[in-house]
């Protein structure tokens, strides 16, 4: 599938039940945005794009004017919808155990979204 899929070998909530979102699992009228705080729609969208979803990535796939409701009802309870991540580059070290010599270890460096 994506990301999780090919890191580890897995699926993460591949189903949801029968009559909802196949991407959030809730019950919403088609072109209304998914949930963003649902935990399937956190791993699939996770899973697709290696970061974790915002509101404006939750409804991105509904008209505008749908998009201007939920803003304003998103903003009137405080919610304010999120900038898009910013790009950092992350460095580590990876061991494989700590007598490893300095040759087994690997330094990583990913561009990830925040």
């Not at 409701?69 to 950092?88: D, F, H, M, N």
């Given at each position: 599938m994506?990301y999780?899929?090919?890191?580890?070998?897995?699926?993460?909530?591949?189903?949801?039940?029968p009559?909802?979102?196949?991407?959030?699992?809730?019950?919403?009228?088609e072109?209304?945005?998914?949930?963003?705080?649902?935990?399937?729609?956190?791993?699939?969208?996770?899973d697709?794009?290696?970061?974790?979803?915002?509101?404006?990535?939750?409804?991105?796939h509904?008209?505008?004017?749908?998009?201007?409701?939920?803003?304003?009802?998103l903003?009137?309870?405080?919610i304010?919808?999120?900038?898009e991540p910013?790009?950092?580059t992350m460095?580590?070290e990876?061991?494989?155990?700590?007598?490893?010599?300095?040759?087994?270890?690997?330094?990583?460096?990913?561009?990830?979204?925040?």
């Amino acid at each position: 599938m994506g990301y999780i899929q090919e890191r580890f070998g897995m699926m993460l909530l591949p189903k949801t039940k029968p009559g909802t979102c196949p991407m959030c699992g809730r019950k919403h009228e088609e072109g209304w945005p998914h949930d963003r705080d649902s935990l399937c729609y956190q791993y699939k969208f996770y899973d697709e794009h290696g970061r974790w979803p915002s509101w404006a990535d939750a409804m991105a796939h509904c008209s505008d004017a749908v998009k201007a409701y939920w803003k304003e009802q998103l903003a009137a309870r405080g919610i304010p919808l999120e900038a898009e991540p910013e790009t950092v580059t992350m460095s580590f070290e990876v061991k494989a155990d700590h007598n490893a010599p300095p040759a087994a270890i690997v330094t990583v460096e990913k561009e990830v979204k925040s």
